[in-house]
């Protein structure tokens, strides 16, 4: 016979003395998604870019709205290579339609 505590089936009889205990519901757990976030960051003019790689559709809209040319689309995904060009306008997280970017000077 299974150890008692390894029993499945609810209609089982514990030997006496045993108490059921519950099994883990997965489901009444609170689930913490991973986030593929990444992120730029200026340390000449001290401006932080970060982009959600989960959100990102690769739409190139901040590329395009960006006037310093800090974007550009790798792989269908955006990344700020030039980013200490930037000169904080947020005319690229404004553009964004999947609101993939986050511009810690627009906060």
């Known amino acids: 016979m299974p150890f008692p505590f390894m029993v ?3 209609n089982v009889k514990l030997a006496k003395g045993l108490k059921r205990i519950r099994r883990f519901r997965p489901s ?3 689930v913490c998604a991973m986030v593929d ?3 730029w960051e200026s340390k000449k003019i001290g401006v932080v870019i ?3 790689y989960e959100k ?3 739409y190139g809209d901040c590329v395009l709205a960006c006037p310093s040319s800090v974007y550009e689309l790798v ?3 955006t990344t700020a290579p030039n980013i200490d060009d930037c000169i904080q306008c947020c005319a690229c997280q404004d553009a964004c339609p999947a609101k ?3 511009h810690h000077s627009c906060q």
């Open 50 to 52: 970060e982009v959600d």
């Open 37 to 39: 976030m990444r992120k």
């Open 56 to 58: 990102c559709k690769g």
């Open 8 to 10: 499945q089936d609810e």
């Open 75 to 77: 792989d269908g995904k």
């Open 28 to 30: 009444s757990v609170p």
């Open 100 to 102: 993939a970017i986050r």
